[in-house]
């Protein structure tokens, strides 16, 4: 079955700690995203990718940072300078003529970060 | 600038009640696009509609309908007799060229579906 795959489902970080989430697909999808959602809040961007090799900013990518060495892989990596990192974190991918199409996004399951 | 507001954070009903959720938006693009996800309690977003804005006609599809109205920037969403199946939380999403694409969601709605 294609789709994506989120892992961990549940991490927590200490304090000073990089921890990386991590995000698979097998759709063949060009663009990859990773949201952050937070409770009562709509789902945020972070970080996005239409290729590989190549990724942008998103609205809050402050303290996260990203890499796309394959198509099928989009790891985020939140760092010691994110004060704030607990939330649900979601991948997303899409066709890369979704600019034009605008196919929808589709969602992986998530990873639920904490601080220990 | 592009905006989504679902003005509605929790609705609770009855089972078999039909519920009508709120989405309005703001674009200046002429062409844009209109979501709507399902996030069930395990998480992940699951894709319900898309629909572009040159095409107005309301869609239906089995239990889900969808209003969209180009004078009101408003593109409902309406249950029909609602199941417990149904609860989720439910978002609606903008894209547009002045976003680059990139999808503007509302803040969700909770429906809740109490038997």
């Known amino acids: 079955d294609g789709g994506i795959t989120q892992s961990p489902k549940y991490l927590f970080r200490k304090e000073g700690q990089n921890v990386t989430l991590s995000c698979e697909q097998n759709l063949n999808h060009d663009a990859m995203y990773w949201y952050r959602q937070d409770p009562g809040q709509g789902l945020r961007l972070i970080y996005y990718s239409q290729i590989v090799n190549d990724f942008q900013k998103g609205d809050i990518a402050e303290g996260y940072s990203v890499s796309r060495e394959k198509k099928e892989s989009f790891p985020l990596t939140v760092t010691s300078a994110q004060k704030n990192p607990t939330a649900f974190y979601l991948c997303?991918?899409?066709?890369?003529?979704?600019?034009?199409?605008?196919?929808?996004?589709?969602f992986g399951d998530g990873t639920r970060l904490s601080i220990l | 600038a592009q905006k989504v507001t679902q003005a509605q954070t929790e609705i609770s009903v009855v089972e078999k009640e039909d519920v009508t959720l709120d989405c309005v938006y703001e674009?200046?693009?002429?062409?844009?696009?209109l979501f709507w996800y399902k996030q069930p309690p395990s998480g992940e977003l699951v894709f319900l509609i898309r629909r572009n804005s040159f095409d107005e006609q309301n869609e239906i599809s089995g239990r889900y309908s969808w209003n969209f109205q180009k004078s009101t920037s408003s593109f409902n969403f309406t249950i029909t007799a609602s199941q417990v199946v149904d609860s989720a939380v439910y978002f609606c999403a903008l894209s547009g060229l002045s976003g680059t694409y990139k999808y503007i969601f509302g803040t969700g709605t909770r429906l809740k579906v109490l038997a």
């Open positions: 674009t200046r693009d002429t062409t844009y696009y």
């Open positions: 997303a991918s899409t066709s890369r003529d979704s600019a034009v199409t605008n196919q929808p996004q589709h």
